[in-house]
């Protein structure tokens, strides 16, 4: 099993660019997440999926946007990158279970982002 | 409110002491606490979580102490290893979503 993976894993794009960041499981999860990671900031929830074909805010969602076609796949995309979105992404997934557990969510490497 | 407060932001340690790490909270409705632990240039991992019903959970060197009451929990590592130094973040969850705390930067030396 590969886990969650990361595509690409690093990026340089100008301010006004797009991209889609792609992240893939192979763990059959329900949920799954986009995070970024900024210093001293922790991380970030921007969106997050409950199941294939739905998608929510997280607590910074502005200038992004999420599709969950696949179980399998998340994908993140930047319609027009800012340098504020400077930052590094991480991808999660987790199984729904019951709600007495805690289901871990497993992460992703990482896409290290920089937007000039 | 739903933030979580994590400190030290760094700490540095000698081998085989004791590493502290605080977190706070304000909402009663989270009902789950992990800790992560992130290695430089990887994704972080789940180290070990507690519910809030429980007061103390161990596993090897690490044991989380949770205070309810207080609204607030901590890790602790003990005989803290060089292997240890990595970022710690404490977490919350509240409906299938974690929120993290700042994150603690701990450094062990020999």
């Known amino acids: 099993n590969a886990g969650v993976t990361q595509t690409p894993k690093f990026r340089v794009l100008k301010t006004g660019q797009s991209m889609t960041l792609l992240c893939a499981q192979d763990?059959?999860?329900?949920?799954m997440y986009w995070y970024r990671q900024d210093p001293g900031m922790g991380l970030r929830l921007i969106h997050y999926?409950?199941?294939?074909?739905?998608?929510a805010k997280g607590e910074v969602p502005d200038g992004y946007n999420v599709s969950r076609l696949k179980k399998q796949n998340f994908l993140l995309g930047l319609e027009s990158a800012a340098p504020s979105q400077t930052s590094v992404y991480f991808c999660?997934?987790?199984?729904?279970?019951?709600?007495?557990?805690?289901?871990?969510?497993?992460f992703g490497p990482g896409t290290r982002l920089t937007v000039l | 409110q739903q933030q979580v407060k994590q400190s030290p932001q760094s700490l540095i340690v000698q081998k085989g002491g004791i590493s502290i790490i605080n977190c706070a909270y304000e909402?009663?409705?989270?009902?789950?606490f992990p800790w992560y632990q992130q290695f430089p240039g990887k994704g972080p991992a789940l180290l070990i979580a507690?519910?809030?019903?429980?007061s103390e959970k161990k596993e090897g060197r690490f044991t989380i102490s949770f205070n309810k009451s207080a609204k607030q929990f901590s890790l602790h590592i003990m005989d803290s290893q060089p292997g240890d130094s990595a970022t710690y973040f404490c977490?919350?969850?509240?409906?299938?979503?974690?929120?993290f705390g700042t994150g603690t930067r701990l450094q062990v030396f020999p």
């Open positions: 763990m059959n999860h329900e949920y």
């Open positions: 507690i519910r809030p019903d429980v």
């Open positions: 909402n009663t409705a989270f009902d789950y």
């Open positions: 999660a997934s987790s199984y729904s279970g019951p709600r007495g557990v805690y289901n871990e969510q497993f």
């Open positions: 999926s409950v199941g294939e074909g739905t998608t």
């Open positions: 977490a919350a969850r509240s409906t299938d979503k974690l929120i």
